[in-house]
């Protein structure tokens, strides 16, 4: 069977290279897929419906969901999968919402919509939900994360405002999203990086396991001395908890004065690490010995203090 020549044409040239009847209309879906739709008074003017009842509509009239977490798209992923659209069409259609009479909203398949564009498809297949705010964010979110397309910054940003909006616990979003919650408290904490150094997190220029060992340094300007020797001198992961570590025990205190520093335990800065993860506070330190000794929790809100009430099953 020959390919269909019809991508990128308009509907005029589909119309007469098929010689449908007024009432139905030839597309273009991809590679070997044409389909004839007919038109629906009840759908808006222009959704088109084919004759197993799905919908279609052209790309162009969907516009990004206000809630979509992901702001960067990679170019070459997106001619990748622009070149299978093309040879196999839309295999899932793209959920949508209708926000005026030509206008909707991509709730989940922007990646899709986008390569169908460079593909040149004039119809794509879709279906018309109705959501709330929460929702959108919910599915674009989820959607987004079951295809690992975030950066760090953006499903931070995503798992955070999903706690806003819908007013819920980290171990709600957890269930919602399918992850762990201290997969999603150690992503929330990223979001107290300087606004420059999550941006070098966005771009990759760090990895999520540095920006984690600049979370553990308690002084800010401890953090931009790090930060510059990730960045200049290439630290690895470990070589940056290690500095973090020295920095919390006053290294840099040390070139001038003679006192000699004590290191701390390993062991006992995993502990500590482990349980600013679980609380998904900043500063958490160990006093003393496992026979005797204290632990302090820091935090800087109320919502920080209930969940660690919560975490600790104490009433507050």
Sequence with gaps: MAKTNGLGKGLGALLSENKVSPDEVAVTTGGLHTVTVKKNTKLP???EVDDNGGLWIDPNYLKPNPKQPRKEFDQK??????DSIRENGILEPIIIEQISATEFYIIAGERRTRASKMAGLTKVPVQIRKFDEQQKLEMALIENIQRADLNPIEEAMAYYNLIQMGDLSQDEVAK???KNRSTVANAIRLLK?????QHALSNGDITSGHARALLMVKNDADMRVMYGKIVGSGLSVREAEAMAEQLNNGARAAKKTTKKQVRKDPDIAIFEQN????????????????DKGSIEIAFSSKKDFERICKILKIEN
């Design 275 to 290: 349980l600013r993860n679980v609380f998904g506070v900043r500063d958490v330190n160990f006093k003393g010995t496992t």
């Design 77 to 82: 992923k997106l001619e990748e999968l622009s």
């Design 193 to 197: 990086l300087p606004a420059d150094i």
């Design 45 to 47: 003017s222009c959704i």
């Design 176 to 178: 919602k999203v399918g």
